[in-house]
């Protein structure tokens, strides 16, 4: 095996880990042990502290999320890997610009308030006061003279609507709605 | 053993490659450590400071490969401020001024700067080979001179490092005769990569056997990458993102049928749902497979790639595959020896996917399993009884060969009586928030006589276990204690009785003044043994006793 053995001594290796949660007991006894060992000033009450340890497992109702420094131990690069998918994913939101040819000014959406098309449609709609046709995937939006596009990640100009939910609001970087004869050729197969 | 000339011994020893064993050999009279000593091409140092640079030169002047250790284990996990030390610089400047032939370097959580990078590149005209793994302090800048002058660079493989990414064309300074590449890892690069230049790269690196890309790496250029280099061995895609309909992706799957020689798997920084099918073909024959940082992967489509994997060996995955996924993989990966499950939402235990339930099942399922590493979130109390006190008692029993350990949780004193008695070829064990008193400790530190490093935290281990077995710490690497009930005092003690060991306290509180009471109990303490006493590099909050 050709495989990092000087690095993990990884031969024969068993790791059993029991990272605590709000509900798990021996976490909430974690989570207060880390918080009375923090010594900042020398405690002169020696034998009382480890009683006191003990007595805080009973009494102190943890936060949900309290984070013991290090615990679960993940390596710091995989945490801040996932941390950051999740912040970019979560906090952020994503807004994107929204034009509507013949409107004077442009208007901002999250797209993460919307958990798929039929509602963003919806918003649209209210926002600019239109409606737009029926979606098949042959034909694009029927019946209307408005049509939702998008500008992707490539800078091209996309139809909104034929891709799965998630790729969209992944490559998404901002939604136009078309008017008239300008949107023929894109939604329509001849 | 006198009738052989020097040669024919030396001849010999090039037979004998491991470290142990070499340490053996230049231990049985003076013209074998000799002959070992200048024959001797591989240091390995799991402790830079148990050595010097300088010491090192003079004991090994042939020395070809050097792997480096610095930061202790638990650096990993936030325990270890920063600038706490193990500093790359001393070791290159050393090596460059007494013209050691370096080819080959190795560092695992060592602080490298640029400077040193630079120097390293401009200093060994054979170096080939540097691996870095966990390092820190470097930019894309340091990167640009290993391309740039290492003319005969093989191998070049990152592995989770934080690197400062300045933008520049790193890439680009491979030079056009550069062909001789075998290995190249920049995963764990953040930003934007030359992509031009990198296929120009990989067009003329015929050896090339590993590539294991960054997330700025597009679906598309993966194709063409895969064309340039289908004799590829060890693959790590970058983002693979992409509508499966489209062209890229068509072209994709094709590129995938020539590369027969896939045993390695990785990537998947950004993924799509409903693109994994293109990889199906190659799966039949891979060994590692590691979708470990792919949290866009739903279950489904996780066991679904698995079915496909039935030569598979190692295993890196994400708990969403849940118990049911773990089931697939214990009935379909028969050759299994390594499985790793890390937590797909570290810090909110809401949406926990598998329980021991899952454990069970692949520990039922794979008879050559030797390696786990399994974070669950969810376990019943019940289990985790049964786990803590049945499990451990039964798994150290049979598992004697069991070298490495990490422990937490709910343990009694007696789990340690067990490992002391049964693991006796244990090397390394991690304990958290686990034992009842200090005869814990003492049953490991007596029983475990091929112990190398001990690391704890948050487990009520104090004084008299500390100081029990003073001598037991000169045949260990090191000891880490955290949170523990250790005093200031004992350290004391332990620092004057032993002057092989160097025994730091880190102090990360306001208080500057040494002079405290010795009854103050220490927050973390490290100590190892050296054979050049305390180092000069430490900063201020580390105290050397």
Same mark, same amino acid.
């Given at each position: ?21 709000? =509900? =798990? ?93 039929? =509602? ?61 004869? =300008? ?8 | 053993?006198?009738?052989? $000339? ?66 202790? *284990?638990?650096?990993? &996990?936030?325990?270890?401020?920063? %600038? ?11 090596? +460059? ?68 990414? *300045? ?50 790496? $597009? ?48 990537? &998947? ?8 099918? +293109? ?14 940082? +792919? ?27 849940? %118990? ?17 499950? &890390?937590?797909? %939402? ?20 794979? $008879? ?54 049964? +693991? ?93 009471? %010795? ?14 006493? *305390? ?11």
């Amino acid at each position: 095996m050709a495989f990092e053995k000087d690095f993990n001594l990884d031969a024969t290796e068993l790791r059993l880990g029991l990272p605590g949660t709000s =509900e =798990e007991s021996e976490k909430q006894a974690s989570t207060t042990l880390r918080i009375s060992n923090k010594r900042a000033m020398p405690d002169m009450n020696e034998d009382s502290s480890v009683a006191a340890d003990k007595k805080c497992d009973q009494e102190t109702a943890p936060p949900t999320k309290a984070q013991v420094v290090g615990w679960p131990p993940i390596r710091s690069y995989r945490k801040n890997s996932l941390q950051t998918k999740k912040t970019e994913a979560e906090t952020c939101g994503m807004y994107v610009k929204v034009s509507m040819d013949g409107a004077p000014y442009l208007r901002k959406i999250d797209l993460k308030m919307y958990k798929g098309y039929p =509602e963003l449609l919806k918003a649209l709609e209210d926002m600019f006061k239109f409606k737009v046709g029926k979606y098949s995937e042959r034909e694009g939006y029927n019946g209307s003279e408005f049509v939702p596009t998008y500008e992707d990640k490539d800078g091209d100009l996309m139809l909104v609507g034929d891709v799965p939910w998630e790729m969209f609001t992944n490559s998404c970087k901002r939604l136009r709605i078309m008017k008239g004869s =300008e949107a023929r050729g894109l939604g329509c197969v001849v | 053993m006198n009738y052989f $000339p020097d040669e024919v011994l030396e001849h010999v020893f090039d037979f004998i490659t491991s470290h142990k064993d070499r340490n053996s050999v230049s231990l049985v009279c003076k013209s074998w450590y000799k002959i070992e000593k200048f024959s001797r091409q591989k240091v390995f140092i799991g402790n830079c400071y148990s050595i010097s640079p300088e010491r090192l030169i003079a004991r090994f002047p042939g020395l070809k490969s050097l792997t480096l250790k610095g930061k202790p *284990h638990f650096a990993d &996990f936030n325990l270890v401020p920063d %600038d706490w030390g193990g500093f790359l610089y001393p070791w290159i400047k050393a090596m +460059a001024k007494s013209r050691i032939g370096l080819e080959e370097l190795r560092l695992k959580r060592m602080v490298v700067s640029d400077e040193s990078l630079e120097l390293l590149s401009k200093s060994f005209p054979n170096f080939r080979s540097l691996v870095l793994v966990s390092c820190e302090g470097f930019s894309t800048d340091g990167l640009a001179a290993i391309a740039a002058n290492c003319k005969l660079l093989r191998e070049l493989d990152l592995q989770e490092n934080e690197v400062e990414d *300045h933008r520049g064309h790193w890439l680009s300074c491979f030079p056009e005769t550069s062909t001789s590449l075998v290995s190249l890892n920049f995963a764990c690069l953040k930003g934007e990569i030359n992509l031009a230049s990198l296929e120009r790269l990989v067009a003329r690196s015929p050896n090339l056997k590993s590539l294991r890309l960054n997330r700025a790496v $597009p679906f598309d250029m993966l194709q063409k990458l895969l064309m340039r280099a289908p004799q590829l061995v060890d693959l790590g895609t970058g983002s693979y993102v992409h509508d499966p309909s489209s062209e890229a992706y068509n072209k994709l799957k094709a590129a995938i049928q020539s590369c027969n020689s896939i045993r390695s798997l990785s990537g &998947f920084l950004e993924v799509a749902p409903r693109c994994m099918s +293109a990889i199906y073909p190659i799966c039949k024959n891979l060994t590692f497979l590691n979708l470990s940082y +792919a949290a866009g992967l739903q279950s489904n489509e996780l066991t679904n790639l698995i079915q496909h994997c039935r030569k598979l060996q190692r295993l890196w995955i994400l708990d969403c595959i849940g %118990d049911k996924g773990l089931g697939v993989v214990a009935s379909t990966c028969k050759e299994l020896q390594e499985l790793r499950v &890390f937590p797909s %939402d570290p810090f909110d235990a809401g949406n926990a996917a598998v329980t021991e339930e899952g454990l069970v099942l692949v520990s039922a399922g794979c $008879p050559k399993l030797n390696s786990l590493l399994y974070f669950c979130q969810q376990m019943t109390n019940a289990a985790l009884i049964t786990v803590a006190k049945n499990c451990f008692g039964a798994i150290v029993r049979s598992c004697k060969g069991l070298k490495r350990l990490s422990l937490s949780g709910l343990l009694t004193d007696q789990v340690f009586y067990y490992i002391g008695m049964y +693991a006796k070829q244990l090397e390394m064990l991690s304990i958290a928030f686990a034992g009842d008193s200090d005869k814990g400790m003492l049953y490991v530190l007596n029983g475990c006589k091929k112990l190398r490093k001990l690391e704890i935290r948050d487990c009520p281990f104090g004084d008299a276990a500390l100081l029990e077995d003073m001598g037991k710490y000169e045949t260990m690497r090191s000891l880490w204690m955290s949170s523990c009930e250790v005093t200031l005092g004992a350290c004391k003690t332990l620092a004057k009785k032993m002057p092989n060991l160097n025994v730091e306290i880190i102090n990360e509180s306001e208080q500057v003044e040494f002079n405290l009471d %010795d009854r103050l109990k220490v927050d973390k303490m490290y100590l190892y043994r050296t054979v050049v006493g *305390h180092r000069k590099d430490a900063p201020e909050f580390v105290w050397l006793l």
